[in-house]
């Protein structure tokens, strides 16, 4: 059974600090990380993905993943209140496959 | 067009009511895939295509539930004898098979 978790959350940081999102996911053979942002009402959006050990940076946004651990994570750093979304954590299986396997995703507050 | 496309954004259905969804992914996106978002939870995977064929379905619900992509291109969910538990976003989301996938904006399905 392919399970990825994440804390539901709300978590809430005020404007200007670093969020730091995570999720950890049973499968050990899963290749390729992404993480999504959802607001309220809307698609989910993809803003990071990462398939190999350590951190991946794009703009305020760093990747990290740990394949020993299975455990990846999201920092956000200089958080803007426009960052408040429901952030979801995708999981698959492996590099020819296409089915993501979601989180249930946490929703990230950011308070100005 | 510029982005995946579903219709109609909204549909209200009784009990036992057939419903279909249509699905225009992004123009030359090979790979398709349904998924099921019940609210505050993470999407939850239905069905993939490559081009017209369906390579995976393991997540349809039941035999109620069937999926189609004739041509390769737009997609269309068909869910039969509607029930209460069917009350979900339906997204659908296109790739070029690089598993970055775009979602569009979804089906709000409610059935009364």
Known sequence: QKEVEQNSGPLSVPEGAIASLNCTYSDRGSQSFFWYRQYSGKS???????YSNGDKEDGRFTAQLNKASQYVSLLIRDSQPSDSATYLCAVNLDNYGQNFVF?????????P | ???????????????????????????GHVSLFWYQQALGQGPEFLTYFQNEAQLDKSGLPSDRFFAERPEGSVSTLK????????????????????????FGQGTRLTVV
Not at chain 2, 17 to 25: F, H, M, N, T, Y
Not at chain 2, 79 to 102: H, P
Request: hydrophobic residues 35%.
């Open chain 1, 103 to 111: 989180g249930p995703g946490t929703r990230l507050s950011v308070l």
């Open chain 1, 44 to 50: 989910p959006e993809l803003i990071m993905f990462i």
């Open chain 2, 79 to 102: 869910i039969q004898r509607t029930q209460q538990e069917d009350s979900a976003v339906y997204l659908c989301a296109s790739s070029l098979g690089d598993r970055k996938a775009f």
């Open chain 2, 1 to 27: 067009g510029a982005g995946v496309s579903q219709s109609p954004r909204y549909k209200v259905a009784k009990r036992g009511q057939d419903v279909a969804l249509r699905c225009d992914p992004i123009s």
